[in-house]
């Protein structure tokens, strides 16, 4: 894993995304099969036509150690883009997760097998191998582009992208949104008189505006 993406692994996706005023989060259906699933790590991108995921068997072969793979297939629920099979593949030669606009199947497998989904739901039909498909260009998953490359950052909240131009300025970002935020709650947590003059002093400046 590279030294940025292991910065971005303790990120939560909610600073991340405040960093990027909420403008390249995935649609809020695409979540980990588990909770505790957590991603930081480059896009190896995958655009594949509805049921067919051959490119996908391509790309986990062409993809590196720690990449992300992720997968435009165009919001289908139908058919399944992998099953447990498949996930194992990618999780032995060292992706470090996948994102797809779609859905698996042989989730209970999955889940056994620890390896971080993110995925619009299950689904019983397998796709087909025609052969379609293509790696590593510009796509569309869950209403956000995403370059090659781009990091990929998900936890239980969902996925975030960070443009690649963007990350280090990003990754600054939200590690100040993040110890803002976790000295604000130290502040007053537990302290009834400290939320109220928090509360206080908060809605004074928004009716200032």
């Known amino acids: 894993m590279s030294t940025i993406a292991s910065q ?7 600073c991340i995304s405040d960093a990027l005023q909420g403008l390249t989060n995935m649609d809020s259906s695409i979540k980990p099969l588990k909770e ?22 391509q790309a986990i072969r062409e993809a590196q150690p720690g990449d992300v793979l992720v997968i435009d ?40 097998l620890d390896f971080p989904v993110f995925c619009k739901g299950t689904a019983v039909a397998a796709s087909a191998k025609a ?13 956000t582009s995403i370059s090659p490359g781009d990091m990929i950052v998900g936890d239980a909240d969902g996925v975030v992208v960070i443009p690649q131009s963007r990350e280090q300025q990003i990754l ?14 130290a502040s007053v947590s537990g302290n009834p008189d400290a939320v109220r003059a928090y509360l206080d002093e908060f809605l004074a400046h928004a009716k200032r505006k």
Do not use: H
């Not at 505790?36 to 995921?53: H, K, L, S, W």
């Not at 052969?131 to 209403?143: A, D, E, L, R």
């Open 36 to 57: 505790e699933y957590r991603i930081a790590g480059r896009a190896f991108t995958v655009q594949m036509p509805i049921g067919d995921n051959l490119t996908v068997l």
């Open 131 to 143: 052969g379609w498909g293509q790696m590593n260009v510009p796509i569309s998953c869950g209403g």
């Open 73 to 112: 297939a165009k919001g289908d629920t139908y058919q399944a883009i992998a099953g447990d099979f498949i996930v194992g593949l990618a999780q032995t030669l060292g992706i470090q997760g996948i994102v797809v606009d779609g859905v698996i199947r042989d989730i209970i497998g999955i889940k056994q």
């Open 8 to 14: 971005y692994q303790n990120v939560p996706t909610t």
């Open 172 to 185: 600054s970002q939200a590690l100040d949104k993040l110890a803002k935020d976790q000295a604000r709650e």
